[in-house]
């Protein structure tokens, strides 16, 4: 490959990663595609590092040290490590890991790497890159691990940050052997409290009173962790202190202390205080600097943010135009830099100025292709998948984009013109005006069709723009701006298109375009037909170039077809030759094209066979691009290898990994118009790679070809000159410039076609319409005729397969309405059959009820599944095993007592038998004899079998009262037909008696009879019956028999006369008086009264006494049957209130039996609740077990490795020793090297010999940060080293040789001095190491001594456990039945059946506590008590204080206004003043010794009075400990004091309560009355005082006179 020439990259654009890094103050660095962008943001220059590898993964970079690691993306990957700005290669680092690295990170204060591995085995690993080491690593620690970040001040100190959770990794190391300690931080809640953690096991002192109950025991009464939803971190930092700024999803930042693991909430939005800007967006970004917080959040907001405490205060705001996804400080702590995953980065400098600065944008996504304007400033074009247009200019700077809003396959720019043509998904070609590269316009858009465009090309003279899709249509489309982008035509190859290309022979004024075809059946994305077209270059304008429907004329195309041996993925024409790429042979193929084709059809096939065939790529397919001089031919793939090759000789080539062949490797390749540079778009990487060819040994081919191209240049640029200025005129595209853009030419077409056929289509429409008015009118005569003559509705169709085709589609759907209908009525039946055989079938006794006729009373009884076998089977065991049980222990009792005791121990069991048993099942005659007593259930077996019992005994219960339900059910059946029959001889009454009533008929609900509820009746269905043929014809049937039964039954003559004469009735039917009438005589209708005759008189007389006697017949018999009537009526009310009176009964044992059902199952739930409880017992001491089995194996380990770590030490301990005794050996014998020196320089030597250059001393006293200095002596030690031996050349200078010392001399000073320093720095190393080991070994002795303190943890709570499990066992849970109510007594040994017996532990602990809160309640009077005196006492001195004020006040007063008397005139006057003190001083000392006198009398006194006084104080203080001891008996009398004198008091003593407030009242007022009088006198006295001192002159008045 060398020999050909190479490929380098010249520059790259994309944005794909969220990973930006500083690797200097000035430079970032991202991964784009298969390469290493670095982005200078001062000058906004870009240089680029391509990977060693095929994809590049995780990315990492320390701008301190300008050091920056990525990870490669294949099998067993490898990470590289280089140094900027060399941009070399340091070390390349080979782990473990399996398929790819997820996360990065490097130490500022060290060589330290660290990364985390995915999966299988999520490996944390640091490296020490420098020596290419594993120090430590970790497996299965970072499986939900987003990124890592170094402690920047502790090199030892790894935070990974997890999806869920934080991590911090501390590395302890002693000399070579380095651990990895994790410390996990819990996160508070989503509320923003914290989990409380699990509290100590042993058994709490409970200072409440018991709780009767199941009470769970201490060891699972423990505070739980809390199971609230936990915070979501997003993003960490770290602080200058080491601690941890923690940025959450919900809008939280947290504090974390990794050393305590404490958190503390610095903002939490769900507060109302919180502050809204910050509420409104999360903390999604952190960084910090010595000055402030740089916070990003969801809405795109930057906020400065000033910390103090808990206290924040946003100090700066700015607005970003996108989501920013990472943000971080320059080295310098001068810069912020903000990125996005959308190809934005900004720039801040907030010391300098508040705005920011964008110095990156390429946006982000998916390039569809990318092409080479033809122009002379090479301009490239770019698009991408969602439509946006990018320029760039030749260095890789973006120009200029626009968004076209639509979803973009394909690109091809004109050489005629400044536009780009793109296609789209949606079947339309845009033309993109790019005159000014700033703003790039759509101009024109032409919709082609409606699938995607899948290919775009032009001819190389422009002529043409020729599209390729999937549905095998090829347009030709006129590329001249002046002719409107006009679609000439289009032409139909035999398949989907997957390969288009074109050469333009100028010479021939031919434009010949080769097509690869899929083949019809378009299922694969290779294709074995070639079809290769020419084109006129000029004249396809004419009316014979296509036809009517757009389609390309044969006279003016020209079809050559071919076939080639094996499918081809892809293939360029060339100059009468074909390259292709075969992906299932993985070659490279060479055709040459036949010259003579005149003679065959444009159907006919001619196979080719490949002239060369070379090895292609190994990943396809594989796109092919000739150069424009046809010299070179360029491939790519899927494996992301860009190969140049020449045309003439395959072979050789040369490659360059341009892209991942993990995303997809190449999309679309093109070159340049000097045929010297290459552009590539990704597939699935997103970025744009633009390459340098440079091939050796062609300059005189290339410039041949250069010649010769020269006149095409000048043709083009020529009309290049002509049709710019018209693309620059065109106006802006728009969705109002579609309306009217249609083909004229197809508009003609249609019209002309309309036209022609115009007569035809009308005489149609008036044959159909007459023909519409015969068939009406044949339909009205039919309907006319009789039956015998009406024709059928399907007979009179004239159309007879088209009815047929309609009937057949509507019965296919309306079979596909009824399949859908079938199966939903289908699936509701199987849903009915599974709850109806779950919920009613598997029932032996259904669920019904019963309710009264008059009350509101509904018992219900107790639905019963058959008992299992296996219920059955372990119920006989049980009763069995109690049995076997009973009899043993019957055998083994003694028969001591007599028969009276037992007599009595049987009326004791049975009158307890309520009580102790706890419930009435005994007692309602359904106990089981087997049950076990309360007091002798003990193991878990026993348990299990009572808990067996019991639900025997709840079984017998329900069981029970169900015969009696149903006792009472068919008692309530019955007097439903007793009422029903009632009512029917009730009706019969009142239709003799012509009376309407409403008749009071119960009947049974749905839920005394539920059977009723699984039966539909037909009234209750709405919708008509739905009938199939099979059933109307049933139906027909059914109908034709009840016909010929009635007509038979018709013909039948006695039975007609029987029913004519006697109703039906064989026998005489009783005469109903009640319809009786008398006939009145003939002559009282036609005659008057006076016209009778006496026998017509007597005749009416008789009338008269039988219509009196009739009536009297028909009152009594009326009144008997609404006796009767009644009668019936109160037979069914007393009936049916009897019925509700056993109703009633049967509730009351329905409750009892609740009741009793309800204790069972109580007591069930106490054993089960015991028995559950054991189990946790059970796996609790298993647990702890487990624990302390691993806690012992873990202190082994500890006290192997503190052995193995002592050896060590001692060992080391041994070496350190020899080195510092030979570094003290250099000291003395230093003399002895220079023995024959004068001793006078020897000295001055040895002074020379003991002074240090100033690095190493600031070197070693540099304290300010003592881990930094641990870190720095693996890694920057060797720097010091340096440093220090250019210091000691430098002192080694012989300009640095003493006066008179002989160079010789000076030269072996030297070098003893240079052994001594390496002595003294390796004892430095040497004691820094063993100070590291000490302290691992302090830290594995610690560790030790913790897991034997909790080894002595978990052997106490075992302990503990083990005690309460036997108290558990031992402690009994007893059900016992009480009445209401509870009565306190002191003897427990009285006979009260109807008591609660408490033990005396309760009302002891009753007894404490009332004792302890009346204790502090007095304890609280005291205080308040002695502070109120305390109060008084300071207010008393106060006053004290004032009053003296006041004297000292007065006596300065008087003092000023001193009068001189003649005594003091004359002391003053009187100059003999010896005798005068003399005398005084004998006055003086009588004086004191009359007050010593005094003065020992009354010490003597008040002695005395302090002794009565103590005594007094004694005795008040036995009588206080006496009223102490008394006092809560005092207390509580004088409570049950109050209470008597509260329930006894009458109205009268209220009257007097009332008479002694009114007194209290009045004696307050006047005291308050009598104070402000003394406060007024007070004033008056002060105010008389000042008037008198007023009227006496004082001495400094007077002086004045």
């Known amino acids: 490959m060398d020999d050909i020439g190479g490929l380098e990259v010249r520059w790259i654009q994309g944005f794909t990663n969220k990973t930006v890094e500083f690797v200097d103050n000035e430079t970032v660095c991202y991964a784009c595609g298969n390469h290493i962008c670095f982005l200078r943001l001062d000058t906004k220059l870009q240089s680029v590092l391509q990977g060693p590898g095929r994809a590049i993964g995780a990315l990492t970079a320390s701008g301190k040290s300008g050091i920056f690691a990525f990870s490669e993306q294949k099998l067993s990957p490898s990470i590289f490590v280089y140094v900027y700005p060399e941009l070399q290669l340091k070390n390349e680092l080979k782990g473990t890991a399996q398929l790819d690295y997820t996360s990065l990170t490097l130490s500022d204060g060290g060589p330290y790497l660290g990364c985390c591995s995915s999966l299988p085995d999520h490996t944390i690993t640091v490296w020490n890159w420098e020596t290419a080491e594993q120090i430590c690593t970790r497996p299965q620690a970072g499986k939900d691990v987003v990124s890592l970040v170094f402690n920047p001040l502790s090199c030892l100190q790894l935070c990974a940050l997890g999806s869920t959770s934080i991590t911090v990794w501390n590395i302890e190391r002693s000399a070579s052997l380095h651990v990895l300690k994790p410390s996990v931080i819990e996160l508070p809640a989503t509320d923003g409290s914290f989990a409380e953690r699990l509290g100590p096991t042993s058994y709490p002192v409970r200072a409440k009173p018991p709780y009767f109950g199941p009470e769970l025991p201490p060891v699972f009464t423990q505070t739980k962790l809390s199971t609230k939803a936990r915070l979501t971190p997003s993003t960490i930092c770290w602080t200058s202190t080491s601690k941890l700024l923690v940025g959450c999803a919900e809008g939280f930042l947290l504090l974390i202390d990794p050393v305590s693991r404490s958190v503390s909430v610095l903002f939490n939005p769900t507060t109302p205080d919180a502050d809204p800007d910050l509420r409104q967006s999360s903390f999604q970004v952190l960084t910090l600097n010595k000055n402030s917080l740089i916070t990003v959040g969801k809405d795109s907001v930057v906020h400065s943010l000033q910390i103090n405490g808990t206290q924040i205060n946003i100090t700066h705001t700015w607005q970003l135009e ?228 757009g389609c390309l004329s044969s006279h003016v195309l020209q079809v050559s077809r071919y076939e080639v041996p094996h499918p081809l993925t892809s293939c360029v024409l060339g100059v009468s030759e074909v390259f292709a790429h075969c992906q299932r042979r993985k070659t490279l193929q060479r055709f040459r094209l036949p010259q003579d084709t005149a003679g065959l059809g444009s159907q006919q096939v001619v196979r080719l066979n490949p002239e060369q065939e070379v090895k292609g790529h190994p990943l396809g397919p594989a796109c092919l691009v000739l150069s424009p001089h046809q010299l070179w031919l360029a491939s790519a793939g899927r494996d992301g290898l860009l190969r140049i090759r020449e045309t003439s000789s395959m072979e050789r080539y040369t490659e360059l990994q341009c892209h991942p062949c993990r995303l997809g490797g190449v999309r679309s390749l093109t070159f340049s118009t000097d045929s010297l540079t290459l552009l590539t778009a990704g597939c699935e990487d997103g970025s744009l790679v633009c390459t340098n060819l440079r091939i050796k040994g062609v300059e005189a081919e290339m410039n041949k070809v250069t010649q010769n191209g020269q006149p095409m240049a000048h043709f083009l640029k020529d009309i290049f000159n002509t049709e710019n200025p018209v693309l620059t005129d065109l106006p802006r595209w728009s969705q109002e410039s579609c309306v009217g853009s249609e083909n004229p030419e197809e508009s003609e077409v249609m019209k002309e076609e309309n036209e022609k056929c115009s007569e035809t289509k009308e005489n149609l429409r008036k044959t159909i319409q007459e023909l519409r008015g015969t068939i009406q009118e044949m339909l009205r005569e039919n309907e006319n005729v009789p039956a015998a003559e009406r024709l059928a509705q399907h007979e009179l169709n004239l159309d007879v397969e088209g009815q047929r085709g309609l009937d057949a ?355 069930i739930t106490y054993l089960v609740y015991s028995v559950i409880l054991e189990e946790e017992m059970r796996n609790q001491e298993l647990d702890l077990k487990l624990k302390l089995g691993k806690t012992l194996a873990y202190r082994d380990e500890r006290e192997e490795e503190v052995k193995r770590h002592e050896e060590e030490v001692e060992l080391f301990l041994e070496t350190y020793d020899t080195i510092v005794a030979e570094d003290k050996l250099l000291d003395k014998e230093f003399r002895k090297e220079f023995f024959d020196v004068p001793a006078n320089v020897v000295d001055h030597l040895y002074k020379l010999f003991k002074r240090r250059p100033r690095v190493q001393k600031l070197r070693t006293d540099n304290k300010l940060n003592l881990f930094k200095e641990q870190s720095l002596w693996g890694s920057l030690a060797p720097d010091a080293t340096d440093k220090m031996s250019k210091a000691m050349e430098e002192q080694d200078a012989p300009e640095n040789t003493p006066e008179g010392l002989n160079p010789s001399v000076w030269k072996r000073f030297c070098l003893v001095r240079r052994v001594k320093i390496e002595s003294e720095h390796k004892v430095n190393i040497n004691s820094l190491t063993l100070a590291e080991m000490q302290k691992s070994i302090q830290e594995r002795r610690a560790e030790k001594e913790a897991a034997q303190q909790e080894i002595n943890n978990l052997s106490d709570e075992l302990e503990s456990l083990h005690k309460e499990k036997n108290r558990f066992l031992m402690d009994i849970m007893v059900q016992v039945i009480v009445k209401q109510g509870q009565v306190y007594t002191t003897d427990e040994t009285a006979d009260f059946p109807e008591y609660v017996l408490l033990h005396k532990g309760v009302v002891e602990d009753l007894n404490k506590t009332i004792r302890m809160l009346g204790g502090q309640n007095i304890a609280s009077m005291v205080q308040r008590k002695d502070f109120r005196k305390n109060t008084f006492l300071l207010e008393w001195k106060h006053k004290i204080m004032t009053m003296q004020i006041e004297d000292l006040n007065n006596k300065a007063r008087d003092i000023q206004r001193l009068h001189l008397s003649e005594e003091r005139q004359d002391y003053l006057n009187k100059r003999d003043l010896n005798s005068r003190v003399s005398q005084q001083v004998s006055v003086l000392e009588k004086t004191i010794a009359f007050q010593e006198k005094a003065h020992l009398h009354n010490v003597q006194r008040y002695k005395n009075k302090i002794k009565e006084l103590k005594k007094q104080a004694a005795m008040k203080a036995e009588k206080n400990a006496v009223s102490e001891q008394q006092l809560p008996n005092m207390q509580v009398t004088v409570a049950e004091r109050r209470h008597i004198d509260e329930a006894i008091a009458s109205e009268e003593n209220q009257a007097a309560t009332e008479g002694r407030h009114r007194e209290i009242v009045l004696r307050k007022n006047l005291e308050d009355f009598a104070r402000a009088q003394a406060e007024d006198l007070v004033v008056l006295w002060a105010e008389l005082e000042r008037l008198r001192m007023k009227n006496f002159p004082s001495l400094d008045q007077l002086k004045h006179y």
């Open 809 to 1163: 589609m509507v019965e296919q759907e309306a079979t596909r309405v009824r399949e859908e209908i079938e199966w939903e009525i289908l699936a509701k039946r199987f849903l009915r059959d599974v709850l109806k055989r779950q919920c009613w079938d598997s029932l032996k006794v259904k669920s019904r009820s019963v309710k009264g006729f008059h009350c509101e009373h509904e018992v219900k009884n107790y639905p019963l599944k058959e008992r299992t076998e296996k219920e059955v089977e372990e119920l006989q065991r049980v009763q069995n095993m109690r049995k076997i049980e009973m009899a043993a222990s019957t055998c083994g009792l003694k028969k001591t007592s007599s028969a009276r005791e037992e007599e009595q121990e049987e009326e004791d069991l049975t009158a307890e038998s309520g009580v102790v048993t706890g419930s009435f099942s005994a007692q309602l005659g359904y106990s089981n004899p087997y049950i076990y007593d309360q007091f002798i259930v003990r193991t878990t077996e026993q348990k299990v079998n009572q808990i067996i019992l019991l639900q025997d005994v709840i079984h017998r219960i329900k069981t029970a009262f169900n015969a009696e339900f149903d006792a009472v059910h068919r008692q309530k059946v019955q007097e439903l037909n007793h009422v029903r029959e009632r009512n029917r001889h009730i009706r019969e009454i009142l239709l003799e008696l012509d009376m309407r009533q409403e008749l009071w008929e119960p009947s049974l609900t749905n839920s005394e009879w539920p059977e009723r509820l699984f039966t539909v009746d037909d009234s209750e269905i709405k919708a008509e019956k739905y009938l199939t043929p099979e059933q109307r014809e049933e139906e027909e049937r059914k109908e034709l028999e009840e016909q010929k039964h009635l007509a038979a039954k018709g013909d039948n003559f006695m039975k007609k006369g029987l029913d004519d004469m006697m109703d039906g009735l064989l026998e005489v039917k009783k005469e109903d008086i009640l319809k009786i009438e008398i006939t009145q005589p003939e002559f009282a209708l036609t005659k008057p009264d006076s016209h009778w005759s006496e026998e017509e008189k007597k005749v009416y007389k008789q009338y008269e006494k039988k219509t009196k006697d009739l009536s009297e017949k028909k009152e009594k018999y009326k009144k008997l049957r609404e006796t009767e009537m009644k009668r019936l009526q109160v037979s069914t009310k007393d009936a049916t209130k009897g019925f509700d009176e056993t109703l009633t009964k049967l509730f009351e044992k329905k409750v009892k039996c609740e009741m009793t059902i309800y204790q069972e199952k109580l007591k």
């Open 322 to 549: 996108g989501p920013a996804t990472t943000a971080m400080y320059s080295p310098d702590c001068e810069t912020v830099l903000l990125s996005s995953n959308t190809g934005q980065i900004y720039v801040l400098n907030p010391t300098r100025t508040n705005k920011i600065v964008k110095v990156l944008d390429v946006l982000c996504g998916k390039f569809a292709a990318a092409a080479w304007a033809r122009t002379d400033k090479n301009i490239c074009v770019s698009v991408r998948d969602s439509g946006e247009l990018q320029l760039w200019s030749v260095d890789g700077m973006r120009l200029g984009s626009v968004s076209l809003q639509a979803e973009v396959t394909s690109l091809a720019c004109c050489p005629i013109a400044q536009y780009a043509a793109v296609g789209t998904t949606s079947g339309n070609v845009l033309f993109v005006d790019l005159s000014r590269e700033q703003e790039p316009r759509l101009v024109h858009q032409v919709h082609l069709c409606n699938t995607p465009v899948d290919h775009l090309v032009f001819d190389q003279e422009g002529n043409y723009l020729l599209t390729g899709a999937s549905d095998s249509r090829i347009f030709v489309i006129d590329a001249k701006p002046s002719k409107k982008f006009s679609v000439l035509g289009c032409t139909v190859v035999p398949g989907p298109i997957l390969s288009l290309s074109t050469q333009c022979i100028r010479d021939c004024e031919k434009v010949t375009v080769l097509a690869l075809c899929a083949g019809q059946e378009g299922k694969h994305r290779d294709g074995r037909l070639l079809t290769l077209l020419s084109l006129p270059a000029k004249d396809l304008t004419g009316p014979d170039c296509v036809d009517r429907h």
